[in-house]
């Protein structure tokens, strides 16, 4: 009887443990989902908050450059497209889309 007394208490112990080790994991994996969230994810979202009001200014006339590295003039806004001119040529017009424009230089600050 005492043999089956100390395993039964250690079983017990055992099982304390593990509801212990549990909850220990599960906490050590909310600590590491929120160093990613405060590293990638929060960072991610203030870019891209900063590329919407970059984008928000953006009127007829305007230079830009794109992703790809073209420079152009904003001849037409739609809603998520705008259209584009490139180079000397007048009838280079693409349409492209506003997330692929990286930099805006003003129509008024060149003359």
């Not at 017990?12 to 994991?25: D, H, R």
């Not at 870019?47 to 970059?54: G, P, S, T």
């Not at 180079?87 to 930099?103: L, Q, T």
Request: aromatic share 8%.
């Amino acid at each position: 009887m005492n043999i089956a007394g100390v395993s039964l208490s250690q079983a017990a112990n055992g099982a304390g443990n593990a509801g212990g080790s549990l909850i220990t994991m599960l906490l050590l994996y909310a600590v590491i989902i929120g160093v990613f969230w405060f590293f990638a994810i929060r960072p991610q979202k203030k870019k891209q908050k900063e590329h919407d009001a970059l984008v928000s200014t953006l009127e007829k006339g305007d230079n830009i450059l794109t992703t790809s590295g073209f420079y152009g003039v904003v001849i037409d806004i739609m809603d998520e497209i705008v259209i584009v001119e490139f180079g000397n040529n007048k009838n280079c017009r693409i349409p492209m889309k506003k997330e692929n424009i990286v930099e805006i230089q003003k129509a008024d600050s060149e003359s």
